[in-house]
């Protein structure tokens, strides 16, 4: 058994990250399989080397100790390029020449992540527009994909309908994100992700590419994202929940004590140490919705 967690480094990680990080460390651990930290740092232009490094510093101060080097994606390219060519072999892989402001332009629905679900356009070209470097996208089957998720339970996706051919590889030919997380967490022999909600479909997405790769698909665990006080997710520029300012506020087992209350771990969010949760058994009752703010 093998979990991970699998951070960008854009930025200071937040409360919601480290939660992510405590519930799949206690996953892996509690079943005595290993767990793994990958940098997610494919986009250059997002990632910064001291991120990560500020990343590992606040995961040991919290007491999660991860197995072997960590993997860096910025270091993968070759590999992902293989796998890029292997999909093209079993799935229509296209160049894709829409701009963003037109999809979005376009007025197509939109996913639940807010971005246009592509419509097609660019799926049967017959002529390439000149000058212009394309992104490749995979088609996608007008399919139920279900899985059962360790928090969810039973979840369905139509990937035509929910998101359309989606983004394998960008037009300033950075691999995406989708394409590098099954071929890592495959590589690195996962076999368990535990991560947060926002990437739920993302999960349906992953599923369509392990089997198109036939690589092994991992089980997916998503839980619930943590709100800012005005119900927002958390996100990056939450300063007031970044682990700066809460390592200023709390001790490691304060914070473990707020993240094992929000997780259902225990009834309220007394102090408590990582050997302590550890040895409690893992029944994660997360609460969902509003009950995580604040
Ligand atoms: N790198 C992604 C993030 O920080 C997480 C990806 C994953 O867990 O699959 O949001």
Redo the contacts with the bound molecule.
């Keep these: 058994m093998t979990g ?5 480094p ?1 930025g200071r990680m937040h409360l919601g ?1 480290v939660y ?1 990080a405590v519930l799949s460390w206690l996953s892996a651990r509690q079943q005595g399989g290993r767990w793994l930290l ?1 940098i ?1 740092d494919l986009d250059p232009q997002r990632s910064r080397r001291e991120y990560a490094g500020q990343m590992m510093d606040d995961l040991r101060w919290l007491g999660l100790e991860w197995d072997e080097e960590p993997v860096c994606q910025s270091e993968r390219t070759d590999l992902y390029a293989e796998y890029f060519k292997r999909l093209s072999e079993t799935a229509h892989v296209y160049p894709c020449y829409c701009r963003r402001a037109d999809l979005l332009a376009a007025g197509a629905p939109h996913a639940s992540d807010g971005m246009p679900i592509y419509p097609g356009t660019c799926r049967h070209l017959a002529t390439a527009p000149t000058g212009r470097t394309p992104a490749w996208r995979v088609e996608v089957p007008d399919r139920s994909i279900t899985f059962t998720d360790l928090y969810k339970g039973e979840v369905t996706r139509n990937l035509a309908h929910d998101v359309g051919d989606f983004i394998v590889r960008r037009s300033d030919g950075v691999y995406a ?1 989708q394409l590098a ?1 099954v071929v890592d ?1 495959a590589l690195t022999g996962v076999t368990e ?1 535990v ?2 909600e ?2 739920l479909t ?1 999960a349906a997405q ?1 599923i369509f590419l392990y089997e198109r790769l036939s690589l092994p698909c991992p089980t997916f665990g998503h839980v619930p994202l943590l709100c800012a006080a005005d119900g927002r997710r958390l996100c990056k520029r939450d300063k007031d929940m970044d682990m700066e300012c809460l390592r200023s506020r709390y001790t490691p087992a304060e914070l473990l004590g707020i993240i094992a209350h929000k997780a259902g771990l225990q009834e309220d969010d007394t102090p408590i140490t990582l050997e302590k949760l550890f040895r409690a058994p893992l029944q994660l009752t997360p609460k969902w919705g509003e009950d995580l703010n604040g």
């Design positions: 991970r967690f699998a951070p960008s854009t990250n992510c990958r997610e994100y997380v967490d992700v991560r947060g926002d990437l993302s992953q």
